[in-house]
């Protein structure tokens, strides 16, 4: 082995810590109940928020998009890429949002790392939550700007930050809407009161929040009345819509700057046109109706009651995401490792993604699960709850 004893050092040690992953393999399509490592099993940690990965009207609007448009644009937006569909898609969106103009790429973990390092060149001050996501700490790191971490959520620290920095020619605030391992909110309308104080620019990432908060799902800056007031939102189309993708959506400067100079956009090929069709049958449903987030609204409320009445500590989530607090990361696995042997798929989540005594099973409520469906979760989460002395 020689040169490769370190990568084998380091395994082992996952494994001794219980930090290894086990990544099961899903072999159907992703619904409420899914087939996981040959079961058939109640999938209760997908980011499928509406139930769209699997939709009948997203589905047939994907397989339209390739018999006209074929499997794939083979060339980069910038060149030869950029299809009726991605137009299409990009104005939607901005009518969805309420922005000025929108600008679709791969993901958003791609969305965020254009953006971050085109905004904050030299001499700026990236101000981030220390919770925000990795790709929003990876694109901090893609820049020579200087970096302030602030404590989460701690307005009183960002605006003391800001002040000391105010002379500095481009300020960027970046956070999460939703933080997606507590599903605790972002305090927006404050951080944006800040910015307007102090001139700086507001960049919000809204994974969780799409197709969850504001009305029809438009995410954190409709649900705090703040259109207008948020420079940058970025978005996945990856969870709430089901499909894959990311886009920025805000002022038609900012959109134009990242279609000229974002290094995803103009150097990784462009989205299938099955997947930007179906992104365009999403944004359509939402737009005509609000019923799956409603109904995802009730079955997050039920489930959350019903995990607290039986002694779980579900932290302090605002959202349909349900961290179950389990402390060591031995824990967590052995529980998600039982909840599938009940016929439950729900995963843990240990350090590096959350810290080190704070792993947890975190429980993602869709809005196709039925009340029998969450019945059945909160059964087997007690059964094995009791077994471990959880609860």
């Known amino acids: 082995m020689g040169k490769y004893d370190f990568i084998v ?4 040690s996952l494994k001794a810590q219980g930090m290894y992953n ?7 399509a992703v619904g409420a109940w899914t087939v ?8 209760m940690c997908s980011n499928n928020y509406l139930g769209f990965a699997n939709d009948p009207e997203l ?4 397989i339209r998009a390739i018999e006209e448009y074929g499997v794939g ?4 937006r910038s060149i030869a890429g950029t299809m009726a569909l991605h137009r299409e898609l990009e104005r939607k969106l901005a009518e969805f949002k309420g922005c000025e103009d929108a600008v679709t790429f791969q993901s958003g973990f791609c969305a965020n790392l254009a953006t971050i390092p085109l905004i904050a060149g ?12 990795a790709s929003i700490i990876d694109g901090c ?5 200087e970096r302030v971490i602030y404590p989460h959520r701690d307005v009183d620290f960002l605006a003391k930050a800001l002040e000391e920095r105010k002379s500095a020619p481009v300020k960027l605030i970046v956070t999460d809407g939703v933080f997606s391992m507590d599903g605790d909110l972002a305090p927006l309308p404050k951080i944006v009161e800040l910015a307007e104080r102090y001139e700086a620019l507001v960049m919000v990432d809204d994974a969780h929040g799409e197709g969850v908060l504001g009305s029809h799902g438009r995410g954190i800056v409709d649900h705090f009345g703040l259109h207008g007031r948020v420079d940058i939102e970025v978005g996945t189309l990856s969870k709430a819509f089901g499909v894959m993708g990311g886009y920025v959506a805000g002022k038609r400067e900012i959109v134009e700057f990242l279609r000229q100079r974002g290094r995803p956009f103009l150097f990784s090929s462009a989205a299938t046109p099955a997947d930007v069709a179906a992104c365009i049958a999403a944004v359509d449903i939402l737009m005509r109706s609000d019923e799956r987030v409603k109904r995802l609204w009730e079955n997050a409320r039920y489930f959350k009651t019903k995990m607290v009445e039986l002694g779980f500590d579900i932290g302090q989530s605002q959202t349909p995401i349900t961290p179950v607090m389990l402390g060591e990361a031995h824990t967590a696995w052995e529980f998600s490792k039982m909840l599938f042997e009940e016929g439950v798929f729900a995963q843990a989540i240990t350090y590096p993604t959350v810290p080190k005594g704070k792993a947890r099973i975190r429980v993602m409520v869709s809005a196709i699960h039925t009340k029998e469906d969450l019945d059945f979760a909160l059964d087997a989460f007690a059964k094995v709850g009791r077994k471990l002395g959880v609860i």
């Open 59 to 62: 589905k047939a609007a994907a």
């Open 9 to 12: 050092a380091e395994l082992e």
């Open 22 to 28: 086990i990544i099961r393999t899903i072999e159907s």
């Open 122 to 133: 030299p001499g700026a001050v990236i101000f981030t939550d220390e919770l925000n996501h």
């Open 73 to 76: 644009p083979a060339a980069v």
């Open 141 to 145: 790191r893609l820049t020579k700007a």
């Open 36 to 43: 996981v490592d040959g079961k058939r099993v109640l999938n």
